[in-house]
Antibody, heavy 121, light 109 residues
Framework: EVQLVESGGGLVQPGRSLSVSCAAS????????MHWVRQAPGRGLEWVSG????????AYADSVKGRFTISRDNAKNSLYLQMNSLRTEDTALYYC??????????????WGQGTTVTVSS | SYELTQAPSVSVSPGQTARITCSGD??????AYWYQQKSGQAPVVVIY???NRPSGIPERFSGSRSGTVATLTISGAQVEDEADYYC????????????FGGGTKLTVL
């Protein structure tokens, strides 16, 4: 069964850092681009970041550029998002999502259940 | 440009056809994807690359794209189709960023 399981969310103070992870199973991670998508409480979906199959290309939403870093370890079948200088507006459910092919400038298919990040003092 | 626009809500009676549109300049060059999100659940892809339906998605779901507008059509909508629907595409400015529409709440009653 193809599955994505996020972890690492929690409560963090504004200005601090947090790293979330995603463990993939049921498929080979290096056959796909990967994405992070977030959803603030009661709001719509927001694309956060994408990474190509071999980490050769990455992109970020303007709202997180310079603060967040996406990375992957294909040998460990894992995706990561390092979040620095967190703001209250980063509070959201963060989804790990599989791209539909090697590059991230296409759509997505498989979604995890998400991990909640709350930024509050 | 970097925006996709959707109507906030659409309402139909069971058995009627629901059409949800998504507009944006990015759709001139890039595929549209459609995601269904039911309350409290993760999104699910219902249409990919404008008009393709993944396995397991009912045939009543279809998609099309013309110019700057993509359309998700649910022919004979069912009560269980009530959900938020989001279109998705990619920025064409060279930044390769993803972009979601604001979402459309489909009510079937």
């Amino acid at each position: 069964e193809v599955q994505l399981v996020e972890s690492g969310g929690g409560l963090v103070q504004p200005g601090r850092s947090l790293s979330v992870s995603c463990a993939a199973s049921g498929f080979s991670l290096d056959d796909y681009a990967m994405h992070w998508v977030r959803q603030a409480p009661g709001r719509g979906l927001e694309w956060v970041s994408g990474i190509s199959w071999n980490s050769g290309r990455k992109a970020y939403a303007d709202s997180v550029k310079g603060r967040f870093t996406i990375s992957r370890d294909n040998a460990k079948n894992s995706l990561y998002l390092q979040m620095n200088s967190l703001r209250t507006e980063d509070t959201a459910l963060y989804y790990c999502v599989r791209g539909i092919n090697l590059e991230f400038d296409f759509g997505m298919d498989v979604w995890g259940q998400g991990t909640t990040v709350t930024v509050s003092s | 440009s970097y925006e996709l626009t959707q109507a906030p809500s659409v309402s139909v009676s069971p058995g009627q056809t629901a059409r949800i549109t998504c507009s944006g300049d990015a759709l001139l060059k890039k595929y549209a994807y459609w995601y269904q999100q039911k309350s409290g659940q993760a999104p699910v892809v219902v249409i990919y690359e404008d008009s393709n339906r993944p396995s397991g998605i009912p045939e009543r779901f279809s998609g099309s794209r013309s110019g700057t507008v993509a359309t998700l059509t649910i022919s004979g909508a069912q009560v269980e189709d009530e959900a938020d629907y989001y279109c998705y595409s990619t920025d064409t400015s060279g930044n390769h960023r993803g972009v979601f529409g604001g979402g459309t709440k489909l009510t079937v009653l």
